[in-house]
């Protein structure tokens, strides 16, 4: 998997790529499909995760099945771990 990070508008102050590589090397990430066509006609996708130190991290995306464009990241939300632990608890 290959990560385009050129044109990512966030803050990798608080975020090293790594971190945000690693929630989707996440097995039990968490990706969901837009509901509609992004800018351009292009869609984005999201994407729940953990990285290995347990941090929990949302993130929006774009990929071609090949390369993946982040376009934005921050931490879930309170509800949003609540989703993705209530989503990988049904699957065990």
């Known amino acids: 998997m290959e990560f385009d990070w050129i044109d990512c508008h966030c803050d990798l102050k ?4 790594r971190e945000i590589e ?8 968490i990706r969901l499909l837009p509901e509609a066509e992004g800018v351009g006609g292009e869609a984005r996708y999201y994407a729940l995760g ?16 090949k390369k993946y464009r ?23």
């Open 70 to 92: 982040v376009i934005a990241f921050r931490e879930m939300t309170d509800d949003e771990v609540l989703f993705y632990d209530r989503k990988n608890a049904e699957t065990l």
């Open 22 to 29: 690693e929630v989707f090397e996440d097995p039990f990430s």
């Open 14 to 17: 608080n975020f090293l790529p």
């Open 50 to 65: 953990k990285t290995i130190n347990n941090r929990p991290i949302f993130v929006v995306f774009w990929t071609d099945g």
